[in-house]
């Protein structure tokens, strides 16, 4: 697996980059750029017009292709749940005069779940009337199936593991090898060996159906009103699929998920396979080393509890095996 050509996008420089696509696109006089955030695939800005749509929101992306993905996942998932997903009004591909790709879309006036601190003092009560009003939302884009597996813009796979267990051996292959180069720790890489070894268990359980999957729905990529808990959106999907969809319940658990109890909320709701926590886990190890291997990025505050969960897991499922 190769790593992703990470381009080294200048801040200002950028915001110049949005004003000119927005402005020619629309045809008006751009009033202001603010940058928004931005993370290892993308940067976002904030641009105001003088005309319609008067406020938007352009996302440049620092590598290739990549907006085509995220701009056809968006439009699939925007027809597909009632929960708000910004619309694309246009997409930029890369020229001489501005060698950066963008994806122009709505803007959503809100804040997500994981900055917006003051969320987590929040009642039990409430906060659970937040999972639910999630995971509804979240089970719509579930139910959208397709007769194909793989990547939103081109799924061809029969079954689930077609797709998912060459990608898998791909990333931990790769992981293996980056050890040996001494660019990643070993005991991540012992885990995900360990994890793989168990794959067949793991994965025993056929998926049955390809469902829309957000890919990246962790609290802060869920959007809600300013002043109370009430989820209003979801934005920046990574790399949607029509896949197994409990892959999308690993990042429930990821930074303050747990709180929420967004995780739990789905199990309660609606039905799981037998291995889904164990699956979760694997899951979760395997895209924290994906998104390295790509990015060469590392968070411990993510990567630490996911290789901790793996562990737990694959002890309670040795422990049934010894008990078979």
């Known amino acids: 697996m190769q790593a992703a050509i990470i381009k080294k996008l200048d801040k200002a420089k950028t915001a110049e980059y949005a004003a000119t696509v927005v402005a020619e696109h629309f045809g008006g006089n751009v009033l202001s750029v603010k940058y928004l955030g931005g993370g290892s695939y993308g940067m976002v800005y904030k641009v105001v017009l003088d005309k319609s749509p008067y406020i938007a929101v352009a996302k440049a992306f620092k590598v290739n292709e990549l907006y085509r993905i995220e701009a056809a996942g968006l439009i699939e998932l925007r027809a597909s749940t009632t929960m708000k997903i910004p619309e694309v009004y246009f ?5 001489d005069k501005i060698p950066v790709d963008f994806v122009c879309m709505e803007y959503i006036d809100a804040v997500n779940c994981l900055t917006h601190v003051a969320f987590l003092l929040n009642s039990k009560r409430k906060k659970l009337l937040f999972a639910e009003k999630v ?3 979240l089970l719509q884009i579930h139910s959208k199936p397709h007769e194909k597996f793989g990547d939103i813009l081109n799924p061809v796979y029969d079954k ?3 797709y998912y267990r060459p990608f898998a051996e ?3 292959t790769t992981a293996n090898e980056l050890v040996k180069a001494g660019r990643l720790e070993a005991y991540i890489a012992d885990t995900l060996n360990a994890a793989y ?3 067949d268990s793991i994965f025993s359980e056929e998926v049955k159906e390809a469902s829309l999957i957000h890919g990246d729905l962790n609290v802060m ?3 809600s009103t300013k002043n109370q808990l009430e989820p209003v959106a979801f934005i920046d999907p990574l790399e949607p699929k029509y896949g197994d969809r409990e892959y999308d319940l690993f990042q429930f658990n990821n930074l303050t998920g747990k709180c929420f109890g967004l995780y739990d909320m789905y199990k309660q709701k609606y039905a799981v396979s037998k291995n889904c926590d164990i699956k979760c886990a694997f899951y979760g190890l ?3 080393v994906y998104v390295f291997i790509k990015t060469g990025a590392i968070v411990k505050l993510i990567m630490n509890p996911l290789i ?3 562990k737990k897991q694959l002890k309670k499922l040795e422990a049934l095996q010894n008990m078979q």
């Open 91 to 95: 997409t930029y591909e890369k020229t």
């Open 135 to 137: 995971v509804d939302a």
């Open 160 to 162: 689930w593991l077609d």
């Open 170 to 172: 791909d990333i931990k």
């Open 197 to 199: 070894r168990q794959f």
């Open 221 to 223: 990529n869920i959007m």
């Open 286 to 288: 395997y895209n924290e």
């Open 308 to 310: 901790k969960n793996m």
